[in-house]
T-cell receptor, first 118, second 111 residues
């Protein structure tokens, strides 16, 4: 299995500022994913982050608003830029875990970062 | 475009009851389907994973079934306990490592 931690666990930010969320995995993983869960809604995939390449963004999400870094196989960051109250959400990172026998298909999630924008 | 819906949106049952949570999806060409549990402040925990070639998976008191042709999956929880109280999410995988999540069922099991 994979153990994932996120920092910060929560934050309250002012409109127009930016916040960088960190995601750390206890093992090397090929693909990391960033999701957003708006209040009362389900999870929506923001982007897929591969080490050594540009992140792949889903429809409705752009790099200028959600820049992502993936410097190595255990770490990624998501920045929420120029925030507005509509960005208030829980942001979760996840990984698609590969065991020694290959892809397990099981997705592991971090505990999430609860962001409130005033 | 794949859409995933879960019914009911919320459920409250007395302890000990057996219950069924439903998940439906619009595109039957799926790679797999996962059921997750979400607890406040703890992220998501994968409960059961069903590959597209499988009909069901079991883990303890949980049993998940998959009927691709009808676009349905059910999660059966036997002898429910207060500790089962959480939001349950189903997620459909397309094989490209991406998952489309359902709207969730908030379950409350009363002691």
């Amino acid at each position: 299995s994979a153990v994932i931690s996120q920092k910060p666990s929560r934050d309250i930010c002012q409109r127009g500022t930016s916040l960088t969320i960190q995601c750390q995995v206890d093992s090397q993983v090929t693909m990391m994913f960033w999701y957003r869960q708006q209040p009362g809604q389900s999870l929506t995939l923001i982007a897929t982050a591969n080490q050594g390449s540009e992140a792949t963004y889903e429809s409705g999400f752009v790099i200028d608003k959600f820049p992502i870094s993936r410097p190595n196989l255990t770490f990624s960051t998501l920045t929420v830029s120029n925030m507005s109250p509509e960005d208030s959400s829980i942001y979760l990172c996840s990984v698609d875990y590969f065991s020694g026998q290959g892809r397990t298909d099981t997705q592991y999630f971090g505990p999430g970062t609860r962001l409130t924008v005033l | 475009k794949q859409e995933v819906t879960q019914i009911p949106a919320a459920l409250s049952v007395p302890e000990g009851e057996n219950l069924v949570l439903n998940c439906s999806f619009t595109d039957s060409a799926i790679y797999n389907l996962q059921w997750f549990r979400q607890d406040p402040g703890k992220g998501l925990t994968s409960l059961l994973l069903i590959q597209s070639s499988q009909r069901e998976q079991t883990s303890g008191r949980l049993n998940a079934s998959l009927d691709k042709s009808s676009g349905r999956s059910t999660l059966y929880i036997a002898a429910s306990q207060p500790g089962d109280s959480a939001t349950y999410l189903c997620a459909v995988g397309s094989g490209t490592y991406k998952y489309i999540f359902g709207t969730g069922t908030r379950l409350k099991v009363l002691a």
